[in-house]
Every structure is written in structure tokens, then in C-alpha cells.
């Protein structure tokens, strides 16, 4: 919902506050491609680390070439900077094979780095992540899977849609996992999914997540058009439903 320009600025922002070693991936998808080249471009000029970019809603992407070809016009933008696709077709309606996607693109595009994978099959997922002998770098995008995808055989990170607010419990999964603390990386991923179902009855995390921000003590303001801004009394429901499985217990702290 951000211009071109506010883009720009929010990035700089991030490149001043970011701590040594932090890892600034800057988003520059676009309906418009010349705008993501000129988001990569920018992004590369001020230093991030990387760049990603997912497929535009419109118009849809409905072939592996065609996604391709978006990907490396954005990614030539920013040819020093790993660049990785993301992958959430439940936004574009771009439902490829990600495995065909790897493989059309190898040999494309130099500095594509992988796929922040935010989609529900799991299988797919592992066999993106065993091409090549993870060649290539498989984030996880599906906060309610951590430890599935741990169980086959790790991933090698992750982006996080609840991170912001659940993120001391979604990398308490993975701590428990690594410890073999099995039952305590259950507990750790149903705690997880509860908080998503609470989400998810106010329109999911651009709308509940982002006021579940304010009631922690972070204000990020009202939701832009097209989404709905929750009114005061969804607000009192949704903190009542949180409180009812001891998020505010649980959560992160400002």
C-alpha cells in the first residue's frame, strides 16, 4: 500500500537502525516491474543485503517462463545482492510448481539465492529444499509449520508473518527442536497455531496482527484501502480471545 518513494524511505530507515550483521532483505515487488527494478536498484545503492520480490496479482503470472522473466528483469537491478522469490500464491494466484520454478531459473538468473516459501504443501517445499543438495536457500514462510518442516530435515531460515509479535515462541521451536526437547517444541508450535486461529477470526495478520502490535505497546497507525481499519469493539473481542490462551503472557516485549 506504500508508494514508490515511502519504499525507498522505509528502507533507508531500516539501513540506519539495522545493528552490524543484521541482514536488511528489502521487498520490491511491484504490479509495475520498472518499479521493482527500480526498488532493487535502490536497494543495492543503499546497502541491504538482499532483495525479493513476489509475483504481481495483475496481472496474474500463469507460466514458469513468465515468472522467470519477471524475476530477472528485478533481480538485474540488484546484480551484487542475493535475490529470492516469494512465494505466497495465495495473494497472486500464482500457483506454480516451485520445484519447475528451480529449475528454469538456475541457469537464468546469477545472483538468485531461493524462495521464501509461504505455501501449505510441505512436500513440495522439502523437495525445493533437497534440489541439488540444498542448493539453493529454502526460507520458511508458514509460521503454523515450523516444526514439520525441522522434522524433514531443517530449513535454512525463516520469515515469519507473526515474528513481530509470537517471535520468542517461533524461535523457541526451533531452540526446543535443536535441544531434543520434542514435547516442548509441540507445545511451542500448537501455542503458535492458537495464536494464528486468533488472527485469523479479524481478517488475518495485515489487520488483527498489526493492531495485536498496538495492544503490546507498538501503535504502526490504521490499515490503508483496501483493508478495513477493526473497530473498538472487534479490538476488546480479539484482546479478550488473546487473553483467553495467556498470549500477553507469552508474547514479545517492548
Given at each position: 500500500?506504500?508508494?514508490d518513494e515511502?519504499?525507498?524511505?522505509?528502507a533507508?530507515?531500516?539501513m540506519?537502525?539495522a545493528?552490524?550483521?543484521?541482514?536488511?532483505?528489502?521487498?520490491?515487488?511491484?504490479?509495475?516491474?520498472?518499479s521493482?527494478r527500480?526498488?532493487?536498484?535502490h536497494?543495492?545503492?543503499i546497502?541491504?543485503?538482499?532483495?525479493?520480490?513476489?509475483?504481481p496479482?495483475?496481472p496474474k503470472?500463469?507460466?514458469?517462463?513468465?515468472?522467470?522473466?519477471y524475476?530477472?528483469?528485478i533481480a538485474?537491478?540488484?546484480?551484487?545482492?542475493?535475490?529470492?522469490y516469494?512465494?505466497?500464491?495465495?495473494?497472486?494466484?500464482?500457483f506454480?510448481?516451485?520445484?519447475?520454478f528451480?529449475?528454469a531459473v538456475?541457469?537464468?538468473i546469477?545472483?538468485?539465492?531461493?524462495?521464501?516459501?509461504?505455501f501449505?504443501?510441505?512436500?513440495e517445499y522439502?523437495?525445493?529444499?533437497?534440489y541439488k543438495?540444498?542448493?539453493?536457500?529454502?526460507?520458511?514462510?508458514?509460521?503454523?509449520?515450523?516444526?514439520?518442516?525441522l522434522a524433514m530435515?531443517?530449513?535454512?531460515g525463516?520469515?515469519?508473518g507473526?515474528t513481530n509479535?509470537?517471535?520468542?515462541?517461533?524461535?523457541?521451536i526451533?531452540?526446543?527442536?535443536?535441544?531434543?526437547e520434542l514435547?516442548?517444541?509441540?507445545?511451542?508450535?500448537?501455542?503458535?497455531?492458537?495464536?494464528?486461529?486468533?488472527?485469523?477470526?479479524?481478517?488475518?495478520?495485515?489487520?488483527?496482527?498489526?493492531?495485536?502490535?498496538?495492544?503490546?505497546g507498538?501503535?504502526?497507525?490504521?490499515?490503508?484501502t483496501?483493508?478495513?481499519?477493526?473497530?473498538?469493539?472487534?479490538?476488546?473481542?480479539?484482546?479478550?480471545e488473546?487473553?483467553?490462551?495467556r498470549?500477553?503472557?507469552?508474547?514479545?516485549k517492548?
Open positions: 500500500m506504500l508508494t515511502e519504499r525507498m524511505k522505509l533507508e530507515r531500516w540506519e537502525v545493528p552490524d550483521g543484521f541482514k536488511v532483505i528489502v521487498h520490491v515487488g511491484s504490479c509495475c516491474v520498472k521493482s527500480m526498488l532493487a536498484e536497494a543495492q545503492k546497502g541491504a543485503w538482499g532483495i525479493g520480490a513476489m509475483a496479482p495483475f503470472i500463469g507460466r514458469i517462463e513468465e515468472l522467470v522473466k524475476c530477472e528483469e538485474a537491478g540488484a546484480p551484487k545482492l542475493p535475490f529470492y516469494y512465494h505466497i500464491p495465495a495473494f497472486n494466484g500464482a506454480l510448481s516451485m520445484l519447475a528451480l529449475k538456475e541457469n537464468r546469477p545472483n538468485f539465492a531461493g524462495i521464501k516459501y509461504t501449505e504443501s510441505l512436500y522439502n523437495q525445493c529444499r533437497l543438495d540444498d542448493k539453493f536457500d529454502m526460507l520458511h514462510g508458514q509460521d503454523e509449520t515450523i516444526l514439520p518442516c530435515g531443517g530449513a535454512q525463516g520469515i515469519g507473526t509479535y509470537n517471535g520468542i515462541n517461533l524461535v523457541g526451533i531452540d526446543a527442536w535443536k535441544a531434543g514435547e516442548k517444541a509441540r507445545e511451542l508450535q500448537n501455542f503458535s497455531q492458537e495464536v494464528i486461529n486468533v488472527i485469523c477470526h479479524f481478517r488475518g495478520n495485515i489487520v488483527g496482527g498489526k493492531r495485536i502490535m498496538k495492544l503490546i507498538l501503535d504502526l497507525g490504521g490499515n490503508r483496501p483493508f478495513q481499519n477493526m473497530t473498538a469493539d472487534e479490538e476488546k473481542q480479539m484482546k479478550a488473546l487473553e483467553e490462551i498470549f500477553f503472557e507469552r508474547c514479545n517492548f
